[in-house]
């Protein structure tokens, strides 16, 4: 099995920043695809940012050109760079990892606990 355990949310105003990290209990990153993702209240969660392991990355629209992934797979640590935020990205905030077609502990699929970001004035 792997933990991910995301930290760095909190409350900020409106423009500010915040690194959100989420740092795995094993050294998976290497062979991880990397996935942050945001849940509000009735809604579904849905794709932020996403990194492959041969260092692709994605974004979703709503944030391009203000949210950067990035990973130290020495480190074993994820990142999510956001920057100019705004009312709307207010969310709980999770890391997710997938190493499919390796599995530890029976398991391709992982998911951190959530770290919240507010913003808000």
């Known amino acids: 099995q792997v933990q991910l355990v995301e930290s760095g949310g909190g409350l900020v105003q409106p423009g500010g920043s915040l690194r959100l990290s989420c740092i795995a209990s094993r050294k998976i990153f290497g062979v991880a695809n990397i996935g942050w993702y945001r849940q509000t209240p009735g809604n579904q969660r849905e794709l932020v940012a996403a990194t492959t392991r041969s260092g692709i990355t994605n974004y979703a629209d709503s944030v391009k050109g203000r949210f950067t992934i990035s990973r130290d797979n020495t480190q074993n640590t994820a990142y999510l760079q956001m920057n100019g935020l705004k009312p709307e990205d207010t969310a709980l905030y999770y890391c997710?990892?997938?190493?499919?077609?390796?599995?530890?502990?029976?398991?391709?699929?992982?998911w951190g606990q959530g770290t919240q970001v507010t913003v808000s004035s």
């Open positions: 997710n990892a997938d190493t499919s077609p390796l599995r530890y502990g029976g398991s391709h699929d992982f």
